[in-house]
């Protein structure tokens, strides 16, 4: 849930001083509660993000880049035809318009379809549905999750597993399962899905 933001400098003029002033409010509210924060890309703007669940401070390579978890849609595939072509993936993309036949359905939902978006980059997504089931009533399944081998190992699945378990739990699912090749089974052991069966 997003409670709120502070913005800093909001002029086109960046100072030493500024930069300062941002990091000691920093410091504080991060004492004060727990905090994710990001400085945009650009000096000239600073945001605070407090308690949200889908913006957070990523590093790669020295820089540090703003990762926005959110809605997938179809002006996301071209991105995710560079995910597609270098993970593992039982289907064989070679085209937009491939990745788009397989969202078209998704897309139209407007729900379960989350993406990775690193400062307006798609990098990664995951796909989940719910279905029901007669003993254990609502089930979530996750059918799909991938994230460019660029950013693998980086925390970036984690993060999408955790925003769609965010919104199944909303929906009141309390089953959760991942439809998932053998070789990604390390991922979901590392997330303790074997050991858990509910939200």
Request: contains cysteine; glycine residues 10%; positive net charge.
């Amino acid at each position: 849930m997003f409670l709120g933001a502070l913005v800093l400098n909001p002029s086109s003029i960046y100072s030493e001083r500024m930069q300062f002033l941002s990091l000691i409010i920093v410091s504080t509210l991060s004492r004060l509660s727990r905090i994710d924060w990001c400085f945009a890309t650009k000096p000239v703007l600073h945001s605070l993000i407090l308690r949200s669940q889908h913006w957070s401070l990523v590093h790669f390579q020295g820089s540090s880049t703003m990762l926005t978890i959110r809605q997938g849609g179809m002006r996301d595939c071209k991105d995710l035809l560079d995910v597609y072509m270098g993970a593992h993936w039982t289907e064989n993309y070679t085209t937009v318009e491939q990745v788009k036949a397989a969202h078209r359905g998704i897309g139209f939902l407007k729900w379960g379809w989350l993406v990775a978006d690193m400062g307006g980059r798609v990098v990664g997504e995951i796909l989940f549905r719910i279905e029901t089931n007669p003993v254990v009533g609502k089930i979530g399944v996750i059918t799909d999750i991938g994230v460019d081998v660029r950013y693998q190992k980086k925390g970036l699945g984690k993060k999408l597993v955790t925003a769609a378990e965010s919104a199944l739990k909303a929906k009141k699912v309390g089953r959760l399962v991942a439809t998932s090749p053998p070789d990604v089974y390390n991922f979901w052991m590392k997330l303790n899905w074997f050991a858990r069966g509910s939200l």
